[in-house]
Structures are given as structure tokens and as C-alpha cells.
């Protein structure tokens, strides 16, 4: 048998096993709190050293997001799970029953939704307050803005109000690792500061507040300090009022991918 009908196989077996057990309590679509838990577990175990500890991302993608990319329902992520992908880095969990694969996968699925909270502010008005500020300047909504900032055209399915209110009181507080500012010393004494886009042992790659990137030697800097706990994003806390606060507060909350 070759290599791609094993795989097929394998897939018809995953199939069949998976709408035979979806007739019980699905730890996927419907997870119990002691499932979500075991998910947890198992996923710090067996899937953190590349997502993240909370999964937010490291060797592997971000997996709070309401849509993740190769997994178009329960079954693909399922199977991604138990197999693992193809060419990729992403492993087989084969030490893993099919029910445990199932509840880390209620896990993943939980860290993609955020659900739809009664706010008190107005999303109309906290649009306007939006465009006012300038916030495309940095951000993204939809295709329209500037990347010097995180994506927000899900933010609200994948961020709760008490994380939006913090991002916008205390940003460097709530800084994604993935924006992480550091400012270097050239040989020259020129001093850059911007984002970190990759890094590796022996090379490190920044995006400064122009948009342009820098592509630097570690051994031939003089300095290099990352600046965690620190965000280029200002604090609102001072310049808007604590209704604009709610209003935009409530405008991010509705953001949930749809076009």
C-alpha cells in the first residue's frame, strides 16, 4: 500500500471513529469543564513548547483565533491533532487517545472564543472615536490601516472587555510578545529602535516606527535591549473620557472577523 493511501486510510478510520464518538458528549463543540481542563493539561504538556503556554504563539502560530487556518471544522482540527501535518513541524500526538486528542481540541477551540458581552458603551460612537484618534495609523480593520500594530478585524472573538480596557489604559501591560520593542546600538553608534519581526541565535530583524526593516548581527552590536512591558501604542487613560473609554471599548467588542 503506498504512502498516500495509508494516509487515506488513516483519514476514513479518524472519520469513522469521530461520527461514531460525536453522538456522546463532544469535548470538541460541547467540552465539559473538567474536559477543557484535561485539554489544558494536555496541551501545557504535549503542544505549549511551540504555541505558547497559553497559546499564544511561539515556534508555532497563535491559537486565539475564532478561525485557524488548515482547520475548517472539529474533524480537520481533530485530525490535525492526532496526525499531525505533513512537511511541517506540526508532530502526530500518537501518545495521545483519541478522546485526550479530542479535549485538547476543545481546548484550542476555547481559546478562539470570547463571547459576546452586554456593554455599556456605544459601538457607533466608539467607531468614531476610533477614526478620531488615528488608531488606523497603527492598526488594521478589515484590510484598512497600518500593520505597525496587531490586527483587530477579530480582536473582539479573540480578547475580552477587561483585556481591551487594559490594552488601552496600560498597553505596555498588555503588549503581544510577537510586538516586542528593542532598540540596538549599530557599530556606527547609530541607535535603532523598533520591532522585533524574527530573531534567531545569531541575527535579529526589526521594523522601525518609518516602517523600514533592519536585518542586524548580534555580535557586532554594542547594545541590545528588549524592552518588555513596553508598547509604542499610547495610555488613554488620561486623554479620553471614561464614556469615549466605554464607547471604544465597545466598538473592539463587536470586531469579530466577519467581513
Not at 471599548?249 to 463587536?254: G, K, N, R, S
Request: glycine share 10%.
Amino acid at each position: 500500500m503506498t504512502r498516500s493511501l495509508r494516509l487515506l486510510a488513516l483519514a476514513l478510520v479518524a472519520l469513522l471513529s469521530f461520527v461514531v464518538y460525536s453522538s456522546a458528549q463532544d469535548p470538541i463543540s460541547s467540552p465539559t469543564a473538567e474536559d477543557l481542563s484535561q485539554g489544558k493539561r494536555l496541551f501545557v504538556a504535549h503542544c505549549a513548547i511551540c504555541h505558547g503556554i497559553e497559546g499564544t504563539g511561539g515556534r508555532g502560530p497563535s491559537l486565539h483565533q475564532p478561525v485557524l487556518r488548515r482547520v475548517a471544522n472539529d474533524f480537520q482540527l481533530f485530525l490535525v491533532i492526532r496526525q499531525g501535518i505533513e512537511g511541517s513541524e506540526m508532530p502526530a500526538a500518537w501518545q495521545m487517545s483519541e478522546r485526550e486528542a479530542r479535549q485538547v481540541a476543545g481546548y484550542v477551540r476555547s481559546l478562539g472564543r470570547t463571547a459576546v458581552a452586554k456593554l455599556p458603551g456605544d459601538p457607533d460612537r466608539g467607531k468614531a472615536v476610533y477614526d478620531s484618534k488615528g488608531c488606523s495609523s497603527c492598526h488594521i480593520i478589515r484590510g484598512q490601516g497600518a500593520s505597525l500594530g496587531p490586527d483587530l478585524s477579530d480582536v473582539g472573538a479573540r480578547r475580552s472587555p477587561a483585556y481591551l480596557s487594559e490594552a488601552l489604559m496600560d498597553p505596555g501591560a498588555s503588549a503581544p510578545e510577537s510586538f516586542l520593542l528593542v532598540s540596538v546600538v549599530t557599530p556606527d553608534g547609530n541607535k535603532i529602535r523598533g520591532l522585533r519581526v524574527s530573531e534567531d541565535s545569531f541575527t535579529i530583524q526589526l521594523r522601525d516606527a518609518g516602517n523600514r526593516f533592519h536585518s542586524l548581527r548580534k555580535a557586532d552590536l554594542k547594545e541590545l535591549k528588549k524592552e518588555f512591558g513596553v508598547s509604542t501604542m499610547p495610555s488613554y487613560r488620561d486623554s479620553l473620557g471614561t464614556s469615549e473609554i466605554e464607547a471604544l471599548i465597545a466598538y473592539l467588542a463587536v470586531l469579530r472577523g466577519e467581513p
